[in-house]
């Protein structure tokens, strides 16, 4: 398929390198910064524009993956007819695109991206939703083609996934930025930590987190809380953090 | 060597298979509760008690690893004379030995254990500390025969590594929970998390956590922020939270 990529971000980029990968044709990229549409464009071998008035017509499906509030900015700037339009924002509303063109959607890639980082499209799951059934069926092609792991999810679960990542991604990476400071002022090094990280998250791909809960939290050992409480006194940001956190975990837990 | 167990838990569990597996022998096995001294004593193969004045001199060392609040009661139970007796808590100071032994230390392996998955000791960081150096030299000899990651850290420092090990891994599969909890109040099912959670894990070997950080509140994106906590009008206790979190993002980003 011909694809069109409306941004050179992270997100784009990733996707760009698996599009081709899979034998689709990117046919142009657009950024408003001339120097990520370059990068992306070198990478892929394919023209580009920072003009979206320059953008071609006739390509298969224009992928918008910009920031959130730059998608209205960037529907608006040109007039898109018929042409399948899709963003990749977990908690946009599709309805979004409706003001702005006919046949419109949702691709919208599962995985946290970074430009540095080439991810393995074929286990992320792909979640779809589209203005008609023709327009899905083409956007299910589309992810297949990327992806064993397709998903029809609407606009209400869309956000949802993308709140629950909130916690299971961005939160889960402070915490570790979390311990790597503690760890930092007794001289010690994050390395410490990483063969425990990595068992945290091995271990839920077999057992619920439900079921997996350790700590002091979840035997109610209030010595451990409070000392820990205690150990955190120059910290109050995290001892709220820590008693918010162990608070609920009890709650849940008994 | 000659190890005898004292406890049959988790961290017993995964200590005896990992110590019979690379050449020593557990002496024998004590535990209050008898089905899981037999349990434990049945997969090493060994003899087990439930009377502690029933434990075999002559150890070359004894390891306790029954909770903590057990510790002292264990220790008080029975005479050590000069034996080598080490915890294996992290939280717990060394010193609470020195009333009771004349040669003691720690040895703590710094991994989170579940009786039913077996862990691969061999990456595992053990963390030892002594009263002497010829203790210390005798579990530094025991460590290495285990592990290749083996750290000597005092008291101080081994409670911080506790203390960090419950935001890293504690509060973590807590925020795995609530991202399963989230998904299946809109009908979705946990595994979609898998992949970005293994991910999240997986970046940090290569990236630091606070130059990884994505999301929300790293970019100071207020509208989503605010449509989430709104979404989490129903739970006070995950807007809370959400709310903490975020802001510790904030703050430390900006």
Same mark, same amino acid.
């Given at each position: 398929m011909d694809v069109c990529l409306i941004g050179a971000g992270n997100l784009a980029t990733q996707l760009g390198l698996a599009l081709t990968e899979k034998g689709h044709k990117v046919v142009q990229i657009w950024s408003r910064t001339a120097s990520s549409a370059a990068e992306l464009a070198s990478k892929l071998e394919c023209p580009y524009t920072t003009e979206i008035s320059l953008i071609y017509a006739g390509a298969d499906v224009y992928i918008i993956a910009v920031s959130d509030q730059a998608i209205e900015e960037v529907l608006g700037m040109r007039s898109w007819g018929s042409a399948l339009v899709v963003h990749t924002a977990g908690s946009i509303p599709m309805d979004i695109l409706a003001p702005y063109c006919t046949n419109f959607g949702v691709f919208y890639p599962f995985q946290t991206f970074t430009a540095a980082k080439t991810v393995d499209f074929d286990r992320i799951p792909v979640c779809i939703e589209a203005s008609t059934p023709q327009n899905l069926e083409f956007l299910s092609i589309l992810a297949h083609s990327l992806s064993q792991n397709i998903r029809i999810v609407d606009s209400v679960q869309r956000q949802q996934i993308h709140l629950a990542a909130v916690f299971v991604? &961005? /939160?889960?990476?402070?915490?570790?930025?979390?311990?790597?400071?503690?760890?930092?002022?007794?001289?010690?090094? /994050? =390395?410490?930590?990483?063969?425990?990280?990595?068992?945290?998250?091995?271990?839920?791909?077999?057992?619920s987190p439900q079921s997996s809960q350790t700590g002091p939290a979840v035997? &109610? =050992?209030? &010595?451990?809380? &409070?000392?820990?409480?205690?150990?955190?006194? =120059?910290?109050? =940001?995290?001892?709220n953090i820590y008693a918010l956190v162990s608070e609920r975990i009890i709650q849940k837990h008994k």
């Open positions: 991604c &961005n /939160f889960v990476n402070h915490l570790y930025s979390i311990g790597e400071e503690l760890l930092l002022e007794k001289g010690l090094d /994050f =390395d410490l930590l990483k063969p425990l990280i990595l068992e945290t998250a091995d271990k839920m791909v077999a057992h035997r &109610n =050992d209030t &010595n451990v809380i &409070n000392k820990h409480l205690a150990m955190l006194a =120059d910290h109050p =940001d995290l001892k």
